[in-house]
């Protein structure tokens, strides 16, 4: 009743062997290997970052188009374009294709998920992470990202509460 | 240091490819692990967030021991001892530099991470999933991801120009 009150089925749940586990595993290992090759002046935890990875590969993009200093960038990104979103992209496609997956048909309003997008980057900014680097900051034994992920938590719950009041 | 670090670049795509596949073929969403959890007590996503966890702390460890890029880890330790500029990244601080001596950035700090975890949580799960798990999506061909991926980018070339001013002024930097 609850997964039909507020829309949720196992959408998730996959019948492949690369279980949510193992992936989760593998992104723990790459990140803590991305770290390495990264020079000594780069954040910390900083391996893998969907949000702060493409504002730095834009960010950089975006300054040697107009050869400037405009967008600021960590020392990560400072010199060489982060390609983890172009990455994840055409890994996940290939997968897609591979599998024949079909994409759900959305049934949310252009303006409505732009605008959460928009949100959620800048928020993510705020915080100095994406939940992904958030986990690594945690691994990393930082209490301020501990402290931050139960706030997510919160936000979470929050969250919830607010599609189930409202609806979807 | 030439115009493109081949090692970085080629890295981060290859890191992005395989997890991209592997997060394409399980599902795997941190912000859905949560949420699952918190709906019906479904441990299967939220196996990934662990997993994450688990194992970067040990992966972190080994590259402490090995003396390659952490350098100071466990953070915590160098955290207590009053280093202030190790409490949070600078170069992702939205704050810009901070200052070792002003307790206001501190409280800033607090107060930024508190706003910015649960907006994150808030507004993921309004959206049906972490960034991640969007590009991912977009990536199938879901329009609605891919209309959000657009914003999550729009948003990160403005940041600089319209929220950082605004937090300048709030907390006096």
Sequence with gaps: MEMQSAGYALKGKSMSRITPAITGTAIGLLAVAAQWSFNWSSPQAYGICVACHSRDMLGWIFNHLISSNIIEVTNAGLFTPLLTVVGIMAGAHLAARRHNVQPNSGVDSNTRMFLLGFLVMTFALLLAACPIRLLLRIAYGEPLALFGGLWMVVGVIAGIAILRRWGS | ?173
């Design chain 2, 1 to 173: 240091m030439g115009l493109i670090d081949p090692i970085i670049s080629t890295g981060t795509f290859i890191v992005g490819l395989i997890i991209g596949y592997m997060g394409q073929r399980s599902g795997f969403c941190t912000i859905g692990g949560i949420r699952d959890f918190t709906l019906m007590r479904d441990t299967h996503l939220l196996k990934g967030v662990i997993a994450i966890i688990t194992a970067a702390a040990v992966g972190f460890f080994v590259l402490h021991l090995a003396g390659g890029g952490a350098q100071d880890f466990p953070a915590f330790t160098s955290r207590l001892s009053g280093n202030i500029e190790s409490l949070y990244n600078p170069c992702t601080n939205p704050l810009g530099n901070v200052d070792h001596e002003s307790s206001n950035t501190v409280f800033g700090i607090v107060i930024l991470t508190i706003i910015g975890g649960a907006g994150v949580g808030l507004f993921s799960v309004m959206a049906d999933g972490c960034p991640f798990r969007q590009h991912i999506r977009a990536s199938e061909g879901d329009k609605g991801s891919l209309v959000y991926i657009l914003g999550f980018y729009f948003a990160a070339l403005v940041f600089g120009f319209i929220v950082k001013p605004i937090i300048s002024i709030i907390f006096g930097i």
